[in-house]
């Protein structure tokens, strides 16, 4: 089966995540998914604005998902923070009609946006459009022993009415995945909790006891290693954690070997 | 900060965050979820009451408003659906639309750059400390 979608890389995916990026991609061609990187795409801002008075700041996301729609296909996603605010957004044109409407007379396009694209994180194109009992069958490296933890964060999961991807106390998309690649998933309490985000900038001590906080947990209970989809979140327990014995890697670069496209 | 002008504050604070703070039963249970808590002088249920009762000011003054993570804990863990990290926002909002009162500033992060630091912490430090 062919899959299309258009595709939002995001600022940080074509520099310091490129990694993240290039597996995606390859691992998608692997998969018979066509993901179509879309035009003249701009910088999310890579945090929702929250107040009902932004709307400068919504610009970004909402002509990504306008483009999407004339283009006739659903936006996939890979960031978990672009994730975030591109479905977030989203959600506000599709329900506040006084953001919509000033958001539209802003934009002035010719069909007003109202919130018509379906915006898809790749794991939910992995679980809902591949199937990940079909990416189990295209598996060619299963990575058989390996004890993987999967780590959520915030923005993949919160708010769950809004971003609809799974149960935002019992997640379990990430570890399913982590069994269709053939490795054992490891359930850990702090999965879903802060890594401390951007605070690292001004307040290292912070990211670092955040980011501690996460692996320790992960490590008490077997992972060998922590996947994730957010480049902030790499950087925080990679480089404000570290835990002896636990790696940290973006979950596409794991499909990417188990897929033989590595 | 002048009566009248005290409760135009409160009311843009409400406006802009689309908070109810009445709806707020004081269980508490943002704060606890909180993962900045330690960080924080006011935390996420003071926030809620005392933009109820009025007390701008200490809020707009805290460090506090620079410590939130921004992680939804609050918002998706409130059993009243209350949000207090809406309410946090627009109280940091009202500070930041200030001329001249952007909290990080371009000239800033020169020295707060690693070779690993990722675009997105840039990106999203500005846009929640300044405008």
Not at chain 1, 53 to 72: C, F, H, P, Q, Y
Not at chain 1, 213 to 227: F, M, R
Not at chain 2, 75 to 96: D, F, G, N
Request: hydrophobic share 40%; glycine share 6%.
């Amino acid at each position: 089966m062919h899959m299309k979608f258009s595709y939002y890389p995001g600022c940080t995916l074509k520099t310091k995540a490129k990694d993240l990026d290039a597996y995606a991609r390859a691992s998608a061609v692997a998969l018979g998914v066509d993901l179509c990187e879309l035009p003249e795409w701009q910088c999310c801002g890579a945090v929702y604005p929250m107040a009902k008075d932004e709307i400068a700041t919504k610009l970004s996301a909402v002509r990504a998902l306008m483009n999407a729609r004339d283009l006739g296909t659903d936006l996939v996603t890979l960031c978990s923070a672009c994730h975030n605010v591109i479905k977030q957004v989203n959600n506000d044109m599709k329900t506040d009609a006084d953001i919509a409407l000033r958001v539209n007379n802003y934009i002035k396009p010719e069909t007003p946006y109202a919130g018509e694209t379906n915006v898809l994180h790749f794991l939910e194109v992995l679980r809902d459009r591949v199937g990940f009992d079909e990416l189990k069958k295209k598996v060619v490296n299963p990575l058989t022993g390996r004890k993987i933890g999967a780590y959520y964060g915030c923005l993949l999961l919160r708010p769950s009415k809004v971003m609809a991807m799974d149960d935002p106390e019992n997640p379990t998309i990430i570890e399913d995945f982590i069994r269709a690649i053939g490795a054992e998933p490891v359930v850990y309490g702090m999965r879903n909790e802060c890594c401390g985000g951007y605070v690292t900038l001004e307040n290292k001590d912070e990211a670092k006891k955040r980011s501690n906080i996460v692996l320790e947990s992960a490590k008490v209970k077997g992972a060998d290693t922590v996947v994730t989809a957010c480049p902030l979140c790499l950087y925080n327990l990679k480089k404000n954690g570290g835990c002896e014995g636990v790696d940290v890697v973006y979950f596409t670069e794991l499909l990417a070997e188990a897929l033989g496209v590595k | 900060m002048s009566h009248n002008k005290n409760a135009a504050a409160v009311e843009q604070i409400l406006r802009s965050s689309g908070v109810d703070v009445r709806k707020c039963m004081r269980c508490g249970k943002c704060t606890a979820t909180c993962p900045a808590f330690d960080e924080m002088e006011y935390h996420p249920h003071q926030f809620v009451y005392m933009v109820e009762k009025g007390q701008i000011d200490k809020l707009t003054a805290s460090p506090s408003i620079w410590r939130c993570l921004s992680c939804f804990a609050c918002m998706e863990r409130c059993p009243r659906q209350v949000e207090p990290a809406k309410l946090i926002e627009a109280v940091r909002l009202s500070v930041i639309r200030e001329k001249g009162a952007n909290h990080l500033k371009p000239e800033d992060i020169p020295a707060m750059l690693d070779e690993d630091l990722p675009q997105q912490a840039i990106a999203s430090a500005f846009r929640k400390y300044s405008k």
